[in-house]
C-alpha cells in the first residue's frame, strides 16, 4: 500500500500510456482488441491506485459501488442486441456527465463543511485544510456544468434514439431565444459562484445547466443523431477532464482530455461527410422531418417503382463481376449480419468480386456499420470507406443496399432544395443494377424521401433483412423454391 502510495504518480504515467495506446489500437479494425485490451489494463491501473492512495476512504461504499456497477455493465454488454447499441452508448455518456455533477457537488459541500468547523477544530483533530482557490472554483465550474448538460443531453439522445414517447423533437421560433437565455443565465450563475463561492449560484447554475442540456439536443433531428453521440462522447471527456484537476488526479486529467479530444476529432470527421457544420448541427435546425413535401406528416407523394423477389436479386447478383453491399440500419434492425457474411461468401466462392461500402453517418452512432460486420467476422480488407469506393460504382455491376436510406439519396448531390443537398454520398445511383433491401417505401431516419427508390436502374425488394438475404442465398445456390 504504502509502495503504491509512493509511485501514484508512475502508475498514472503508465496508465495513461496504455490509454494512448488503447485509442491508437482502437484507430484500425485489425488492432482493436489490442487496443480495448490496453483500455481495460489502464482502467485497472488507474482504479486500484486511486483507491489506495485516496485518503480516508469509506471501503464499503466504494466495494459496493464497483460490485453494482460491474453486474450492470456485464449485464447489459452481455444482453444488449446491437440495435440498441447506439442508444446505450448515450446512457452511458450520461453517466459519466452525472459522476462529474455529483463529484462537483460533494466537493464544494465538503469543502463548505470544513469551513463552518473551523480551523481550531481541525487543527485539533490534525486536519490540514486549504480553502478552494479561484483556480479550483473555475475548475468545478467548469466540471460541473459541462457534466450536467452532458448528462440530461445524453438522457435525451437516449431516449431519441430507443424513440420514447417523452423524448419529443421540440421546434418552433421560440426555440432558439429559450435556448440563449438558459445559456445567458447558466454563465450568469457560474460567473457569480466563480467570483464569490455563493452556493445559491452554484445550484441556480446546476439547474440550468441540467435544463440547458435538453432544450439544445431536444430540436436536433433524429438524421443528426450520429453527430450528437460523438460530440456528447466528447463532452463527456471534457467533464472528467474538469473534475480531474478538481480533485487533482492526473490519470483522470489525461484519460479525459484523451476522450473529449478524439471525441471532438470524431465529430468534426462526421460533419465534414455531412458537409455541414457543427454549429448547423446543434444551432442550425433538425435535418429531416419536415424538410420536404414527400416526407411531410408522414404522407408520400405517389411515383412509380420496380419491385422484384429475392429470387431475382439472386439471379442478377450471381451472374455478376462486381458486388458492392451498402449496409444501414436496416441490417442492424433485422440482425442480418451473419446472413450478408454468408450471402457475400457464396458470391465470392462462385467468382464474384464483393465488397462493402461503409458510410461515415450510416446507422445510429459513430462506426456503427463497422461494429455489425465485425461482429460477422467480415474480413477488413472487404470494407472500404466512401471515399475509397465511390469511384467504382460507375464500374459496378450490381450494389445491394440493405435498409440504409439517406447515405446513398442522390437528392444530396441533385436537388438543391433538399435539406441534405451537399451532403456526400455513396453513390450507388451510378451502378449498372441497384438492389435495394426494405420493409416498405417509408422515409429514412431523416425523414427524406429517396429518389434512388424510383431510379428505372432499381429494383426494390419488401421485406425483412435477414429473411431476404437468406432467400438470396437459397436462390442462388439452388436450394430456394
Request: hydrophobic share 50%; glycine share 10%.
Amino acid at each position: 500500500m504504502e509502495f503504491i502510495r509512493e509511485y501514484a504518480n508512475w502508475f498514472y504515467l503508465i496508465g495513461a500510456i496504455l490509454f494512448i495506446l488503447t485509442l491508437r489500437g482502437l484507430s484500425g479494425p485489425k488492432t482493436a482488441i489490442a487496443g480495448n485490451r490496453y483500455g481495460m489494463l489502464a482502467m485497472a491501473i488507474a482504479v486500484l491506485t486511486t483507491f489506495f492512495v485516496a485518503e480516508n476512504p469509506v471501503i464499503w461504499m466504494i466495494l459496493g459501488a464497483m460490485v453494482l456497477g460491474a453486474i450492470v455493465g456485464i449485464a447489459r454488454a452481455k444482453t444488449v442486441p446491437m440495435t440498441q447499441m447506439p442508444e446505450t452508448v448515450a446512457l452511458m455518456h450520461s453517466l459519466v456527465g452525472l459522476s462529474a455533477v455529483l463529484i462537483a457537488i460533494a466537493a464544494i459541500i465538503h469543502n463548505n463543511k470544513l469551513i463552518e468547523l473551523g480551523p481550531d477544530l481541525l487543527a485539533a483533530n490534525g486536519i490540514t485544510f486549504h480553502e478552494m482557490s479561484k483556480v479550483h472554483l473555475f475548475e468545478l465550474f467548469v466540471g460541473c456544468f459541462v457534466g450536467a448538460i452532458t448528462f440530461t443531453a445524453s438522457v435525451f439522445a437516449y431516449g431519441k434514439l430507443a424513440a420514447k414517447k417523452w423524448a419529443k423533437t421540440i421546434s418552433g421560433a421560440w426555440v432558439k431565444p429559450v435556448q440563449a437565455l438558459i445559456f445567458i443565465a447558466m454563465l450568469a450563475a457560474g460567473i457569480h459562484f466563480f467570483l464569490t463561492g455563493n452556493m445559491t449560484s452554484f445550484w441556480a447554475m446546476t439547474g440550468l445547466a441540467l435544463v440547458f442540456g435538453w432544450v439544445w439536443i431536444a430540436p436536433v433531428g433524429g438524421g443528426d443523431m450520429p453527430v450528437v453521440v460523438s460530440l456528447l462522447n466528447s463532452f463527456s471527456g471534457w467533464a472528467a477532464a474538469g473534475i480531474g484537476f478538481t480533485l487533482e488526479n492526473n490519470m483522470l486529467i489525461v484519460a479525459g482530455s484523451l476522450v473529449g479530444s478524439s471525441g471532438a476529432i470524431l465529430s468534426y470527421i462526421m460533419c465534414k461527410a455531412m458537409n455541414r457544420s457543427i454549429i448547423n448541427v446543434l444551432f442550425g435546425g433538425a435535418m429531416g422531418g419536415t424538410a420536404t413535401a414527400t416526407a411531410g406528416a408522414g404522407e408520400q407523394v405517389q411515383r412509380n417503382h420496380r419491385s422484384g423477389s429475392a429470387d431475382d436479386a439472386g439471379f442478377l447478383m450471381s451472374n455478376a463481376d462486381s458486388v458492392v453491399i451498402v449496409p444501414g440500419y436496416g441490417m442492424a434492425q433485422g440482425r442480418a449480419q451473419n446472413a450478408v457474411k454468408e450471402l457475400a461468401n457464396l458470391l465470392k466462392e462462385q467468382g464474384v468480386t464483393v465488397r462493402f461500402a461503409i458510410h461515415p453517418v450510416a446507422g445510429r452512432m459513430p462506426g456503427h456499420m463497422n461494429v455489425l460486420l465485425a461482429e460477422a467476422d467480415v474480413p477488413y480488407e472487404d470494407i472500404l470507406e466512401m471515399d475509397e469506393i465511390n469511384s467504382d460504382f460507375p464500374a459496378t455491376d450490381v450494389v445491394l443496399v440493405i435498409g440504409a436510406n439517406d447515405v446513398v439519396n442522390p437528392a444530396a448531390k441533385d436537388d438543391p432544395s433538399s435539406p441534405i443537398y451537399g451532403m456526400p454520398i455513396l453513390e450507388a445511383h451510378k451502378a449498372r443494377t441497384i438492389l435495394v433491401i426494405k420493409r416498405s417505401m417509408a422515409t429514412g431516419y431523416a425523414g427524406l424521401d429517396n429518389d434512388l427508390f424510383y431510379n428505372d436502374k432499381t429494383m426494390m425488394i419488401f421485406g425483412d433483412a435477414k429473411k431476404v438475404v437468406e432467400d438470396m442465398t437459397k436462390a442462388i445456390n439452388g436450394t430456394g423454391h
